[in-house]
C-alpha cells in the first residue's frame, strides 16, 4: 500500500464549487471504505465524509449533508468529493485515508491509514 494524494483544493468564493479527487493504488483501497476529513487551523481533524467500497453506503457529517457528494471510481483507484455552496467555514487542508480498523466507527479517524499529504480548499467571502 501507498499513501494517497489528494488533489483538486484550491481558492474558491463563497458559494462555488470544487472536485476533489483522492488517487491510490489499488491495493491501499482494495476492500476498505475511504474517507474524507479536514483540518482547519488551530482545530481538530474532523469527518467530512465516507464511502464503502462498492460505494453502496455512504455517510456525512451534518455540517457538509446536502452540500457535498462522495463518490469512487474503482477501475481508475480514485475517489472524489464534490463540495457545492462552499462556504468560508469549509476552508481547512483536506485529506482522505482508507478505513482498515473496524473497532472504530467511520467517522473516528483513529480507524484510517495510509493519509495522504492534504490539499488546501480556501473560501473566501
Known amino acids: 500500500q501507498v499513501q494517497p494524494v489528494e488533489s483538486g483544493g484550491g481558492l474558491v468564493q463563497a458559494g462555488g464549487s470544487l472536485r476533489l479527487s483522492c488517487a491510490a493504488s489499488?491495493?491501499?483501497?482494495?476492500?476498505?471504505?475511504t474517507g474524507w476529513f479536514r483540518q482547519a487551523p488551530g482545530k481538530e481533524r474532523e469527518f467530512v465524509a465516507a464511502?464503502?467500497?462498492?460505494?453502496?453506503?455512504?455517510n456525512y457529517a451534518d455540517s457538509v449533508k446536502g452540500r457535498f457528494t462522495i463518490s469512487r471510481d474503482n477501475a481508475k483507484n480514485t475517489v472524489y468529493l464534490q463540495m457545492n455552496s462552499l462556504t468560508p467555514e469549509d476552508t481547512a487542508v483536506y485529506y482522505c485515508?482508507?478505513?482498515?480498523?473496524?473497532?472504530?466507527?467511520?467517522?473516528?479517524?483513529?480507524?484510517?491509514?495510509?493519509w495522504g499529504q492534504g490539499t488546501q480548499v480556501t473560501v473566501s467571502s
Open positions: 485515508a482508507t478505513h482498515t480498523t473496524l473497532r472504530y466507527a467511520l467517522d473516528d479517524p483513529r480507524g484510517y491509514d495510509y
Open positions: 464511502i464503502s467500497w462498492s460505494g453502496g453506503n455512504r
Open positions: 489499488g491495493r491501499t483501497f482494495s476492500g476498505y471504505p
